[in-house]
């Protein structure tokens, strides 16, 4: 079975310090990429996707991601963090043989101390 | 504005109780998702439509049902429920096919099973 996996489970860093989040994915063909994430007692919003095109995508609140084919991965960054970007990370693939389900990796609790 | 809304926030029932949690969406979206968040595990698909009186079984569909009588709707019934399906429940919905478009969250519902 397809499966998406992010490594760690809790990151805790200072403001300003920068941020990297690792997800890969099993192998299956085409894919779509997304990171959400989930403030604390909110509902998952979208931060950045990956369709096609530049392997580097930006998104909103100067998040990036970069798709690198080879190592089947997605990693997410942000160069300063801010206090406010304590949240839940998800990664999620849509593998395109398996239809429009997405498939989640366990999450990342990010928490940045002021 | 569109949006996708659930009901009940909150639920506490009883072990083989059966409960349904609504989902309804105003985004006109063909595909509708009910997914489970636990901790460690991500979200985990339960059921998926991708249009009227069109419902597939995700990941974790056992006890789990769904029925899809029109596009704004697809309520989730747990048939008996358990004190293994105490969680949060998300839903979703996406416009396009092939999995090239993004999945809106509605705010959840978190289910406990006493």
């Known amino acids: 079975a397809q499966s998406v996996s992010q490594h760690n489970h809790h990151v805790i860093l200072s403001e300003a310090a920068s941020l990297e989040l690792g997800c890969n994915y099993s192998?299956?063909?085409?894919?779509?990429l997304f990171w959400y994430v989930q403030y604390p007692g909110q509902h998952l919003q979208l931060l950045l996707k990956?369709?096609?095109?530049?392997?580097l995508v930006k998104g909103i609140k100067g998040f990036e991601a970069e798709f690198i084919k080879s190592k089947f991965s997605f990693n997410l960054r942000k160069p300063s963090v801010q206090w406010s970007d304590t949240a839940e990370y998800f990664c999620?693939?849509?593998?395109?043989?398996?239809?429009?389900?997405?498939?989640f990796g366990g999450g990342t609790r990010v928490l940045v101390k002021p | 504005d569109a949006e996708i809304t659930q009901s009940p926030r909150h639920k506490i029932t009883e072990t083989g109780r059966q409960v349904t949690l609504a989902c309804h969406q105003t985004?006109?979206?063909?595909?509708m998702f009910w997914y489970r968040q636990d901790l460690g595990h991500g979200l985990r698909l339960i059921h998926y439509s991708y249009g009227v009186q069109d419902t597939n079984k995700g990941e974790v569909s056992d006890g789990y049902s769904v029925s899809r009588s029109n596009t704004e709707d697809l309520p989730l019934t747990l048939e008996s429920a358990a004190s293994s399906q105490t969680s949060v429940y998300f839903c979703?919905?996406?416009?396009?096919?092939?999995?090239?478009?993004?999945?809106?969250f509605g705010p959840g519902t978190r289910l406990t099973v006493l």
């Open positions: 979703a919905s996406s416009e396009l096919s092939g999995g090239s478009d993004t999945q809106y």
């Open positions: 999620a693939v849509n593998f395109k043989a398996a239809g429009n389900k997405l498939t």
């Open positions: 990956y369709f096609s095109g530049d392997p």
């Open positions: 192998y299956g063909g085409t894919v779509n």
């Open positions: 985004w006109n979206h063909n595909n």
